[in-house]
C-alpha cells in the first residue's frame, strides 16, 4: 500500500505544478480545467493545493511552493465559488492557517475578497427561516460546513452553524423515519448511495471543526458503517446502484468506513479490521483502476466508461483533485484512530467468509417500503435496491429494483430503458382472512 500513496502522491504534486504552471489555461486530456459546466473547481484546486504546500514539500522547495500557492489562490479566487467550492477552499485555507501558513500565502486583497464571496448565505435564505436556495437538503451539511470553517477563521461570529446543523438533524427527523437514512427529498422517497453517505460527511466535518457528533448522526453513521461492512471485497469496489456510481460509489464505502473507525465506539475490532482491509482495496482501486495513464487522468467517461450528467467530462480536472483528497481524508481519518492504511492488515479477507448470508436493511415502510437487500456469497455480493428515485429519476436504469453485481450486471448512468423486474413471492399464503 506505500508504493499506492507514493504513487498518489507524486500525481499530486504534478497536478500541483501543472495548475501553478498553466493556471486559466490548463486543459485535462483535451479538456479546458475551468469552465461554466465545470462546477466547484476553483474550491476544489486551492483545496488540494493547500494540502500540497502544507503536507507534501520538503523545507527546500516549500517556499517556491507557497509562491505558486499565493498565484494560484490569486486568480482561482476572482472565479465564481458555489456550495461545495466554497466548502472545499474553506478547507484548504484551514489546513493553511492550522500549519501557519495562510498569513503567507494568501495575498490581503484576495484575503478580503474571499471573506466576502465564500459565505453559506450564496444558498440558504436567512430571511425565511435558513430555507435552501433551489437545493436539495443534503446542501444544509455542506452550509453548515461554510458556518463552522468561517466561525474557526474569526471570519464570523459562533452559532449560525448551529442553526444550519439543526436544520439538517430536522429534516433527518422529519422525512427519514425510524430507520437513520435520509430522504434526499421532501418526502418524496429518495433512498439514494448519498442517503447513506451523509453522517459520514457531517460527521467527517464536525470532527475536523472541533464539534462532538450528535448522537443523530452517530447512530445514522452506525447504520451506514454496517451496511458497507457487507459489502467488502477484495476487489475494492463499492455503491453499485443510484447516482455517481462507480468511482463514486467506491469513495463513498471508503469515507464511510474511514469516518466510522476515527470516531471510535462504533465498529468493534474485528469489524475495524475487516474495514481497514476493505479500505485499502477502496483506495487502491481508486488510485489504479480508476485512474488512465494514456489520458493522465481520473477517467469515468471514455473507454467503456460512463457516469451521470452531474460528473459530466467538463469536471474531469475537479474529479481528480476531490477523488486524491477524498482519499487523503481517509488515509487522515485512520491515522486518528492510531492506524494506516499505508498497510493493509493481516487477516481481513479471512473475515470476509462471515459475511456470507442474506441482509435486509429498512430505510422506511411509511407510504411505501423501500429497502437494500445485499446478498453474499463468498466474495460475490448482489445488491437489490428497492428504493425510489423520486419524481425525476424514478425511471432511471440505476434505481430500477434490479439486482446488481459490479462486474457482473451494472447500471448504466442517466439511461432509461425497459428492463425485467424481479417478482416477489412469498414464502407461506397469505391469509385469507386478512382484510385487504
Not at 372 to 379: F, P, S, T, Y
Request: glycine letters at 8%.
Amino acid at each position: 500500500m506505500k508504493q499506492v500513496f507514493d504513487t498518489l502522491r507524486t500525481r499530486m504534486l504534478e497536478l500541483f505544478k501543472r495548475i501553478a504552471d498553466e493556471k486559466e489555461t490548463i486543459t485535462i486530456y483535451g479538456v479546458p480545467g475551468y469552465s461554466g459546466k465545470a462546477q466547484f473547481t476553483n474550491g476544489k484546486v486551492i483545496c488540494e493545493a493547500a494540502y500540497v504546500v502544507s503536507e507534501l514539500l520538503d523545507p527546500d522547495t516549500q517556499a517556491h511552493g507557497i509562491t505558486q500557492l499565493t498565484e494560484i489562490i490569486h486568480f482561482t479566487s476572482r472565479m465564481l465559488f458555489e456550495t461545495w467550492g466554497i466548502l472545499y477552499a474553506l478547507e484548504g485555507i484551514y489546513r493553511l492557517d492550522q500549519h501557519g501558513l495562510a498569513a503567507t500565502a494568501i495575498a490581503k486583497e484576495d484575503l478580503s475578497h474571499l471573506k466576502q464571496v465564500l459565505d453559506w448565505r450564496t444558498f440558504v435564505d436567512t430571511d425565511h427561516d435558513y430555507a435552501l436556495i433551489h437545493k436539495p437538503t443534503n446542501y444544509y451539511g455542506v452550509a453548515f460546513g461554510i458556518a463552522r470553517y468561517r466561525e474557526l477563521l474569526g471570519w464570523e461570529p459562533v452559532g449560525y452553524s448551529e442553526i444550519l446543523l439543526d436544520h439538517l438533524l430536522q429534516h433527518i427527523s422529519r422525512y427519514s423515519g425510524e430507520y437513520g437514512f435520509m430522504d434526499e427529498t421532501i418526502g418524496g422517497g429518495r433512498f439514494d448511495r448519498y442517503s447513506i453517505l451523509i453522517p459520514a460527511e457531517i460527521t467527517e466535518l464536525v470532527v475536523a471543526t472541533k464539534w462532538q457528533e450528535p448522537d443523530l448522526i452517530r447512530r445514522m453513521l452506525s447504520c451506514s458503517a454496517r451496511i458497507c461492512l457487507r459489502m467488502a471485497n477484495p476487489q475494492g469496489t463499492g455503491f453499485s446502484y443510484g447516482r455517481s456510481i462507480g468511482a463514486y460509489g467506491d469513495a463513498a464505502a471508503l469515507q464511510i468506513l474511514s469516518t466510522a473507525a476515527a470516531v471510535g465506539g462504533i465498529l468493534t475490532e474485528e469489524e475495524t479490521l475487516l474495514a481497514q482491509g476493505y479500505c485499502c482495496a477502496l483506495v487502491r482501486s481508486l488510485v489504479h483502476f480508476w485512474y488512465d495513464e494514456d489520458m493522465q487522468s481520473i477517467n469515468m467517461w471514455d473507454k467503456g466508461r460512463r457516469t451521470d450528467a452531474y460528473r459530466n467530462k467538463n469536471r474531469i480536472l475537479g474529479e481528480n483533485l476531490s477523488l486524491s483528497m477524498q482519499i487523503i481524508g481517509a488515509k487522515e481519518q485512520w491515522e486518528r484512530c492510531g492506524r494506516s492504511l499505508e498497510e493493509t492488515p493481516d487477516g481481513w479477507q479471512a473475515l470476509l467468509v462471515h459475511q456470507s448470508g442474506c441482509f435486509l436493511t429498512r430505510f422506511t415502510d411509511d407510504p411505501l417500503p423501500r429497502s437494500l437487500i445485499i446478498v453474499r456469497d463468498g466474495n460475490t455480493i448482489w445488491s437489490l435496491p428497492v428504493i425510489s428515485g423520486a419524481a425525476e429519476y424514478i425511471d432511471r436504469d440505476p434505481y430500477l429494483p434490479v439486482p446488481r453485481s459490479n462486474f457482473y450486471l451494472e447500471a448504466v448512468p442517466d439511461c432509461t430503458h425497459g428492463a425485467w423486474l424481479p417478482h416477489a413471492k412469498l414464502r407461506h399464503p397469505p391469509d385469507p382472512h386478512r382484510v385487504r
